[in-house]
């Protein structure tokens, strides 16, 4: 197909571009930028005057919630959520039912994904065989099944031996292992940061040692093996400096941060709100800001959904109670465009923390509107307000602490592969 964007704010990160200019698409791929190829005829004009155009959004955590989970959401559902919000590429983690430790399941769950014909879908394989902690899983066969990395999801892998000798494994094939640093242990039991307000409503906490102590941790081995780590949602001002010194070190991370934690904190609880029931806990607003501060300078390399929907069955119960998750992939870019406004950083920069940065981790494709580059296109209103609701939310999970609230930005279309796969 061959179509042409016209006068729209054209924002490429990756080549630092920024202009009002038109964008020209064939076959599925960027044909030019400004004026048309030599015997460019577009079939299709899209008039995007007013709106921003950019790479379509790389989502570095997104839970699909198949297989096994098909009762919380669906696949076609959540990809078509996706859509809405803008994201092209997505990574999925390891935890489904059965977990992601074996081929035959990425490529099943690849094969269906391309069957949807939606978003591109990119699989993390579990660490362990069934994210018990024990025994390594084959990553050479699980990476030639599609898989982009190795991760334990939100699953606490307590031995550090075995944690050890799979960075070693990951190491020696180049293979990047994805963690979410929390003690098993300094977390067991909590449900909320560690702090006044839990104390208040007499809710087992976390601490932040909790992220700390797992930080040194990981540092430590890859002082050792030399594995690339990339780190899954950091919650703490703590985590950040620690993150921030390794990174002066010369240690091979990464790091993001999931959208909702630029925003709540644990006063939003209030009285015993299941939608702020999240893992790692929303902590205090001194730990927001340190995040803020983190994604703005880079310390923090991306910013993801961390969409987990969960049914109301598992969130409308006391708060100790609820399953942790919130549904996100639609309010991915209005969070960041509030984050980017209020920490004043520019639409450019805020852009790449959702599509090149991200793309540099996973390393998917995309992320990129020069010549040649697939042709993943978002299309946005960033001033157009909209009410969060069962109502406008595509998604099957509704849960979520901005639930009754407007917020700015929205995506008016979604180009996958030069295909217009999402139009509002």
Sequence with gaps: MRLTITGARVIDPESGLDATTDLHVADGRVAAVGAAPDGFEAIRHIDARGLVACPGFVDLAARLREPGFEYKATLESEMQAALAGGVARLVCPPDTDPP?????????????????????????????????GEVITE?????????VGFSQASVPLVDTQVLARAMQYARSFGFTVWLQPQDAFLSRGG?????????????????VTAETVALHTIFELIRGNGCRVHLCRLSSAAGVELV??????????????????????????GYFDSACRVDPPFRAQRDRDALCAALADGTI?????????????????????????????????????????????PLATALSRLTRDPERIARCGGGSLAPGAPADVVLFDPTEPWVVSASTLVSQGHHTPFAGREVLGRVRATLVGGRPAFER
Excluded: Q
């Design 100 to 132: 992601l430790d074996e081929p035959g399941l990425v490529e099943m769950l690849k094969h269906r994904a391309r069957s949807l014909a939606r978003t591109h879908l990119y699989p993390l394989g579990a660490l362990t065989v069934g994210l018990k």
């Design 139 to 147: 990553m050479a066969e699980l990476a030639e099944a599609g898989c």
């Design 191 to 207: 449900v909320a940061h560690s702090g006044p307000v839990s104390g208040r409503l007499g809710l087992p906490g976390v601490p």
């Design 244 to 269: 921030r010194a390794a990174k002066r070190e010369g240690l091979p991370v990464t790091a993001d941060v999931g959208v909702h934690h630029l925003h709540v904190t644990d006063v939003d609880i």
């Design 301 to 345: 390399d991306a910013v993801c959904s961390d969409h987990t929907p969960v049914d109301d069955d598992a969130k409308l119960v006391p708060f100790g109670e609820a399953e942790p998750g919130v549904t996100a992939l639609e309010l991915l870019l209005p969070l960041t465009l509030s984050w980017a406004a209020r920490s004043r950083v």
